[in-house]
Nanobody, 126 residues
Framework: QVELVQSGGGLVQAGGSLRLSCAAS????????VGWFRQAPGKEREFVSAIKWNSGHTYYADSLKGRSTIAKDRADNTVTLQIDNLKPEDTAIYYC???????????????????WGQGTQVTVSS
């Protein structure tokens, strides 16, 4: 079992950047896929990005491709998500999630992840 602890987020002006972090407590991310999802008020949780820890392969939602970067930090056992050129429609609660048994076709499916962080609010002002 792995506990996920998130940090980062907050209030950002449109056009700005932010970095979210997801740290693993209890065990290494070594065999896990770590994903980021977001949920805006009244909307379903949607996939943002993911990384397979061992291979380093990364995946991005089309809406954030080109302005987001997911990365792993082996030393801190942490996955970070940076989003640039933020837009008001990026406002949401952002969650990190992890699972050790995902196949590629399931990476963007929130229901397939077993472990979740506590969520962090990101608000982008226009």
């Amino acid at each position: 079992q792995v506990e996920l602890v998130q940090s980062g987020g907050g209030l950002v002006q449109a056009g700005g950047s932010l970095r979210l972090s997801c740290a693993a407590s209890g065990r290494s991310f070594r065999t896990y896929t770590v994903g980021w999802f977001r949920q805006a008020p009244g909307k379903e949780r949607e996939f943002v990005s993911a990384i397979k820890w061992n291979s380093g392969h990364t995946y991005y939602a089309d809406s954030l491709k080109g302005r987001s970067t997911i990365a792993k930090d082996r030393a801190d056992n942490t996955v970070t998500l940076q989003i640039d050129n933020l837009k008001p429609e990026d406002t949401a609660i952002y969650y990190c999630a992890a699972d050790s048994h995902l196949i590629q076709s399931s990476i963007s499916n929130a229901a397939q992840y077993d472990y979740w962080g506590q969520g962090t609010q990101v608000t982008v002002s226009s």
